[in-house]
T-cell receptor, first 113, second 112 residues
Framework: DTAVSQTPKYLVTQMGNDKSIKCEQN?????MYWYKQDSKKFLKIMFS???????INETVPNRFSPKSPDKAHLNLHINSLELGDSAVYFC????????????FGPGTRLTVL | QKEVEQNSGPLSVPEGAIASLNCTYS??????FFWYRQYSGKSPELIMS????GDKEDGRFTAQLNKASQYVSLLIRDSQPSDSATYLC????????????FGTGTLLAVQP
């Protein structure tokens, strides 16, 4: 069974569109994260939720909106997509916030044309 | 100054040699330190975590932490071609900014 799963794996879309990426973890973890990895492989945290509560909200455009319907799911919705949004987006989870091991999903490669 | 710095490499070592990967961090209050391995096109996976000064060994991997020098390293003994990947150093600063900060990674190439 996949511990942290994301859908879709690839997403190709036009500028200005709205898209969502879904993430689910079956590890029973309390904390989930969204990271963005750019073309230079720099991995940067965007958001973190602990038991459905937003605990980290980095300086990202408000076109990005995370939603956590329950502690096993964390989705990312992106409005009005721009070329610069092209990247690989990773979801991750950990048992506890902050210091525990983070387990990453397989990533979603987003390409904005 | 970047919060977590790594040499981007590539670091090329022959098979069987020791690969030494280094990382420095800027926040002296950082509390926990991680090494992740990322194969091309794959997601990061945790190799080692270290929380106190000194060495921590796990199989062929040894993490070393020196908080006074703000330095953490990863040694890979008996390097194998399958170790070829990007190694990401991550630091948890703790406190009000409790989150993982990643370095840009070091590309390791183990030559058969």
């Amino acid at each position: 069974d996949t511990a942290v799963s994301q859908t879709p794996k690839y997403l190709v879309t036009q500028m200005g569109n709205d898209k969502s990426i879904k993430c689910e973890q079956n590890l029973g973890h309390d904390t989930m994260y969204w990271y963005k990895q750019d073309s230079k492989k720099f991995l940067k945290i965007m958001f973190s939720y602990n038991n459905k509560e937003l605990i980290i909200n980095e300086t990202v455009p408000n076109r990005f909106s995370p939603k956590s319907p329950d502690k096993a799911h964390l989705n990312l919705h992106i409005n009005s997509l721009e070329l610069g949004d092209s990247a690989v987006y990773f979801c991750a989870s950990s048992q506890e916030a902050y210091t525990d091991t983070q387990y990453f999903g397989p990533g979603t490669r987003l390409t904005v044309l | 100054q970047k919060e977590v710095e790594q040499n981007s490499g590539p670091l090329s070592v022959p098979e069987g040699a020791i690969a030494s990967l280094n990382c420095t961090y800027s926040d002296r209050g950082s509390q926990s330190f991680f090494w992740y391995r990322q194969y091309s096109g794959k997601s990061p996976e945790l190799i080692m975590s270290i929380y106190s000064n000194g060495d921590k060994e796990d199989g062929r991997f040894t993490a070393q932490l020196n908080k006074a020098s703000q330095y953490v390293s990863l040694l890979i003994r008996d390097s194998q071609p399958s170790d070829s990947a990007t190694y990401l150093c991550a630091v948890n600063r703790g406190g009000a900014t409790n989150k993982l900060i990643f370095g840009t990674g070091t590309l390791l190439a183990v030559q058969p």
